[in-house]
C-alpha cells in the first residue's frame, strides 16, 4: 500500500521561500492524482493544490495563486511544493495526499475524498 513522507518544512522569514517534498515509501503513487493541504493551529485542514496523475492538469487554491507551485518529479516518485514570497498567514502542518483511480479527492478540495496521506510537516514563518 502507498505510504507518503513529507520532508523539507522549517522556519523562514516572511518573503522567503521553502520547497517540501513528499515521497512514496511504499508502493509507488505513479497513476495517482496528487495534493496538498495544510493546518493551521485551531483551524480546519485546508486544500492547498493538487497536480493530476499525469501532470497535465493542476487545480490552485486562492492562497496558493501565484506564489505556490506543485510539481511531480522526473526522476523519482516525488512530488514537490515551492512556496514562494511567505507569509506569516502561511505557517501550518503541511500535508501530501493521494488519490488512485477513480480519482474521488480530484476537485473536491475535501480531505475525506483522499486515501492516502502523509504525517505532516511543519512550516513556520516568522514576520
Excluded at 521561500?17 to 505513479?30: I, K, M, Q
Excluded at 512530488?79 to 501530501?96: F, G, H, I, S
Excluded at 488512485?100 to 516568522?126: A, E, N
Aim: hydrophobic letters at 35%; one cysteine or more; proline letters at 6%.
Amino acid at each position: 500500500q502507498v505510504q507518503l513522507v513529507e520532508s523539507g518544512g522549517g522556519l523562514v522569514q516572511a518573503g522567503g521561500s521553502l520547497r517540501l517534498s513528499c515521497a512514496a515509501s511504499g508502493r509507488t503513487f505513479t497513476g495517482y492524482n496528487t495534493a496538498w493541504f495544510r493546518q493551521a493551529p485551531g483551524k480546519e485542514r485546508e486544500f492547498v493544490l493538487a497536480i493530476a496523475w499525469n501532470g497535465q492538469s493542476t487545480d490552485y487554491a486562492d492562497s496558493a495563486e501565484g506564489r505556490f507551485t506543485i510539481s511531480k518529479g522526473n526522476v523519482k516518485d516525488t512530488v514537490y511544493l515551492q512556496m514562494n514570497r511567505l507569509k506569516p498567514e502561511d505557517t501550518a502542518v503541511y500535508y501530501c495526499a493521494a488519490d488512485p483511480p477513480p480519482f474521488m479527492g480530484w476537485g473536491s478540495h475535501l480531505p475525506s475524498t483522499w486515501p492516502y496521506w502523509g504525517q505532516g510537516t511543519q512550516v513556520t514563518v516568522s514576520p
